[in-house]
């Protein structure tokens, strides 16, 4: 008999490796598409874009890919330390044009967190006015059904 804890963790890697099978279903059907069709873009781009045009329009739920999402993203810093450890082999890169690089590299960064905060914050707005709509119409009782 399993422990309850183990059986929980279990499931719980179970449908991690799911959810991250679900995720490399799409990364293939965007490479099929892109060697099919003669795409100039990565496959993982063609990939990428099947699966949020498949999250708007409902045809798979966040939930379907949200653990073995969150997963990736936990453990996407170890695919960086090869490129990392790769620098050494290019001495050049530790000369002026290495710090043109780096600093490209720290503004580009720095314009993608603003951008992306930015962002975030309408989508936050716009979900708020959403909801304060929704709660004053019931507040009003123009959302309730009423017999006379």
Known sequence: MLNGNFA???????????????????????????????IPLPGSVIGLLLLVLSLIF?????????????FLIGVLTLFFIPATVGV?????????????IILAVIASTLIS?????LLTQLIEKKE?????????????????????
């Open 8 to 38: 929980a963790l279990l499931l719980r890697v179970v449908r991690i490796i799911v959810q991250i099978g679900i995720l490399t279903i799409f990364y293939y059907m965007g490479v099929g598409i892109v060697t099919y069709l003669h």
């Open 88 to 100: 050494i082999d290019y001495p050049e890169l530790m000369s002026i044009t290495g710090l043109l």
């Open 128 to 148: 708020l006015k959403k909801k304060e709509g929704t709660e004053s119409i019931l507040e009003e009782g123009k959302g309730e059904l009423t017999v006379d």
């Open 113 to 117: 967190i603003y951008v992306t905060g």
């Open 58 to 70: 409902k045809i798979i739920k966040v939930e379907y890919i949200q653990d073995g999402a969150s």
